[in-house]
């Protein structure tokens, strides 16, 4: 089965920029998809196709996916950005990493 | 605006099936999309579990087939997921979404759930 690894926990201070690493075999074969939880919510998507934002997601979220590395970038992160963050991507079937927690403070 | 809903019971007994729908607003499910579930159990990570097209083509976590259905019910908009043989370790909160499945220049999928509903948690316990 396929595996996409990412960072338990990042801290960021607000203001500053959070990178969210997710790490596969020929990731960059792959589009990746990032989602945003919040406490207590549904996720909800933040980034797809490794760099497109849907309507509605601020500009300081951007992707980026190269060799088996793909990153979430947040800059300029706020409070209301705690949240857990999670990649997808396909290989036979969609796989989930397994979430970073980030922490602003 | 895309409006999804689960329902369905909030404790299942082991080895028992479980069954949960899925109401779609906002948009008919035979108008395009993959449809399908995800879980997380407490304190976890996300699980997928499967996607279905309204047309047939289906796809499910390899870790869970044989004991996964999703259906659709175009004439009433929404969709289901039956999950058989439960043990505690299927304790999650399940959530409906809908899938985007393209084809990457590659020939792959492409992934991406763009709307979810709020999630109900089902709890596996005799």
């Known amino acids: 089965s396929y595996d996409l690894t990412q960072p338990p926990s990042v801290s960021v201070s607000p203001g500053q920029t959070a990178s969210i690493t997710c790490s596969g075999d020929d990731l960059d074969r792959k589009y990746v998809s990032w989602y945003q939880q919040r406490p207590g919510q549904s996720p909800s998507l933040l980034i797809y196709r490794d760099t497109k934002r849907p309507s509605g997601v601020p500009e300081r979220f951007s992707g980026s996916n190269a060799g088996n590395t793909a990153t979430l970038t947040i800059t300029g992160a706020q409070a209301v950005d705690e949240a857990d963050y999670y990649c997808q991507a396909w290989d036979s079937s969609t796989v989930f990493g397994g979430g970073t927690k980030l922490t602003v403070l | 605006q895309v409006q999804m809903q689960e329902s369905g019971p909030g404790l299942v007994r082991p080895s028992e099936t479980l069954s949960l729908t899925c109401n779609v607003s906002?948009?008919?499910?035979?108008?395009?999309?993959?449809w399908g579930w995800v879980r997380q159990p407490p304190g976890k990570g996300l699980e997928w579990i499967g996607c279905?097209?309204?047309?047939?083509?289906?796809y499910l976590n390899p870790s869970l087939k044989g004991r996964v259905t999703v259906s659709l019910d175009t004439s009433t908009n929404h969709f289901s997921l039956k999950l058989s043989s439960l043990t505690a370790a299927d304790t999650a909160v399940y959530y409906c979404?809908?899938?985007?499945?393209?084809?990457?220049?590659?020939?792959?999928?492409?992934?991406?759930?763009?709307?979810w509903g709020q999630g109900t948690l089902v709890t596996v316990s005799s």
């Open positions: 279905k097209y309204h047309r047939g083509d289906t």
């Open positions: 906002g948009y008919s499910i035979i108008n395009g999309y993959f």
């Open positions: 979404a809908r899938c985007f499945l393209g084809i990457s220049v590659s020939g792959s999928r492409d992934p991406n759930f763009d709307y």
